[in-house]
């Protein structure tokens, strides 16, 4: 006895995209030629204010980092914000040019440093033709941790970012930032109980304007700033320990407790004793592990206004 064929009987693809909604092409009546399509964003007219800033943003793209703490040479993915200035006469900005100069930078390893960034926001403004033009890349950093008794290693990471900012009146503007997580004893916990005290994460932020002169070939300022912020800490974490090395941890937090606010004094100290740093920012925010809300503490510091 034969079978009877259930197989559909479906439209042919075009068909099913008109079913869907899809229509013949219209009659094309603008030019297809760059020269000749209108360029609204060029367009120059009195528009009420001048912006702060117009770009794009959540740009991701390969990059490569130097680290002082090995690996040495990084693969990493970088999260680009391009900015400029709009004058009041100017109606927008052309929005493919940032990625246009990302992708020539890209050609060959595009090596996230300070000197790269400088050069390419200059050009940026160039090409913009604007006064000013602006770059922030934040990326994983990644560096080996060993055990502290066993020595035994793996990887730890921290979120780290750079901002580079020219302005043709006033220059460059560096700023650099980390942020890394500790190990930090409550010292109330300590003084009131009989035995024992509780301990929590720790979420280091730092955020530091460089002056002109600092040379990142020569100073890894991620590793800087994260020996300010773990160097302060009840303890630092790593990513393998066996139980000598829990024991030494455990015993050193008990040793060294820290309140939030004693956190960001402490790495505040650090950071004002680095003569390439002429401004910075602090901030703690510990992962309470007796309380549902986090303790946090910060800190911002001029130097300049010492001077």
């Not at 912006?51 to 090995?70: C, F, M």
């Not at 290693?153 to 997580?181: F, P």
């Not at 003084?191 to 979420?203: F, K, T, W």
Request: glycine fraction near 4%; charged fraction near 30%; include cysteine.
């Amino acid at each position: 006895m034969n079978e009877v064929s259930t197989k559909k009987q479906l439209p042919t693809k075009s068909d099913r995209h008109k079913l869907f909604g899809s229509v013949d092409p219209g009659p094309r009546t603008k030019p297809e030629e760059k020269s000749e399509m209108v360029d609204l964003q060029n367009t120059k007219k009195d528009f009420l204010f001048e912006l702060d800033a117009v770009g794009i943003s959540n740009v991701k793209h390969p990059v490569s980092i130097q680290s002082g703490i090995a690996p040495n040479k990084q693969s990493t993915i970088g999260t680009f914000y391009f900015a400029s200035t709009i004058s009041q006469d100017s109606k927008g900005t052309n929005m493919s040019r940032f990625t246009e100069q990302l992708q020539s930078y890209s050609q060959n390893e595009f090596e996230v440093n300070i000197p790269t960034l400088k050069k390419f926001v200059y050009e940026l403004h160039t090409r913009l033709n604007q006064r000013d033009a602006e770059l922030s890349v934040s990326f994983p950093w990644f560096f080996e941790r060993k055990a502290p008794y066993t020595g035994q290693s793996g990887m730890n990471h921290a979120e780290a970012w750079m901002d580079v900012r020219y302005d043709q009146d006033t220059g460059y503007d560096i700023t650099v930032g980390l942020t890394g997580k500790v190990t930090t004893l409550c010292p109330c916990s300590k003084e009131i109980s009989e035995y024992s005290a509780h301990n929590q994460r720790g979420n280091l932020t730092m955020e530091v304007k460089l002056d002109e002169t600092f040379d990142d070939s020569k100073v890894d300022w991620k590793e800087v700033l994260l020996e300010a912020a773990e160097s302060n800490a009840s303890a630092r974490i790593h990513p393998v320990l066996k139980r000598p090395d829990e024991k030494m941890v455990t015993e050193q937090a008990f040793e060294n407790p820290r309140f939030v606010e004693d956190m960001v004094r402490l790495v505040a100290a650090d950071l004002y004793e680095m003569e390439f740093v002429e401004k910075f920012y602090v901030e703690c925010v510990n992962e309470e592990s007796i309380h549902l809300h986090d303790a946090v503490a910060s800190i911002t510091y001029d130097k300049m206004s010492d001077k």
